[in-house]
């Protein structure tokens, strides 16, 4: 591996996101196991990677270590967070197979566009609806995959709480904002390029 690459594999932002990917497996694993108990550290450690994406991006450019690299890896280790759990979901049946195909066909889509965009010398700023779409895609997936119903004492509620169906309101809410995302940023897309001709 030519040193320079090791040294950007080995920056701390860099290393957040390789710790995102290798969390993957883990959350599988314990979704599979289908437990109360094993949902919630699914959960958890599905919240703490999602942290991680923020975290990382953020650590890269206060500490000046932005990279090919970390810019390679830390889409993919997004993409495969999220597909990997989705897949999950949809083997335990938590998640219907149409409604993730949707949402790993928009994401194909998008990243087609993105390359032709950047292929054509096309810039297209990330909208408000992608933002909104991952806010709501990471707070609906961990609640989905806690799925089984929980006594909880919180200041807006309190008592049994099904955490499979707020975690669908959730989700359901992202694929809108997901779909609403890719119809603006075709539309976009298809402007900049007339332009171009």
């Not at 919240?47 to 206060?62: M, S």
């Not at 049946?93 to 566009?113: H, K, Q, T, Y």
């Not at 799925?147 to 200041?155: E, F, K, R, S, T």
């Amino acid at each position: 591996m030519p040193s320079a690459i090791r040294n950007e594999l080995l920056n701390l932002p860099n290393m957040l996101t390789l710790l995102r990917v290798a969390l993957i497996p883990v959350v599988v694993y314990l979704l599979l196991v289908n437990t109360p108990t094993a949902c919630i550290y699914a959960s958890l450690l599905f919240g703490a990677a999602a942290i991680t994406d923020f975290l990382d991006g953020y650590l890269a450019r206060a500490q000046g270590l932005v990279s090919v690299t970390g810019k390679f890896l830390d889409p993919l280790a997004d993409k495969l967070l999220v597909m990997a759990a989705l897949v999950a979901l949809v083997e335990l049946d938590w998640l219907p197979s149409w409604l993730v195909i949707l949402v790993l066909a928009r994401e194909f889509m998008i990243n087609g566009l993105r390359t032709l965009a950047a292929n054509d010398g096309i810039v297209i700023a990330a909208g408000t609806g992608g933002k909104y779409k991952t806010a709501f895609q990471l707070t609906g997936l961990p609640a989905l995959m806690l799925h089984y119903q929980y006594d909880v004492d919180l200041w807006f509620v309190e008592g049994p709480v099904r955490f499979h169906h707020v975690g669908l309101v959730l989700f359901g809410i992202s694929v809108g904002f997901s779909l609403w995302s890719a119809v603006t940023y075709t539309v976009e897309f298809y402007r900049e390029s007339m332009q171009m001709v």
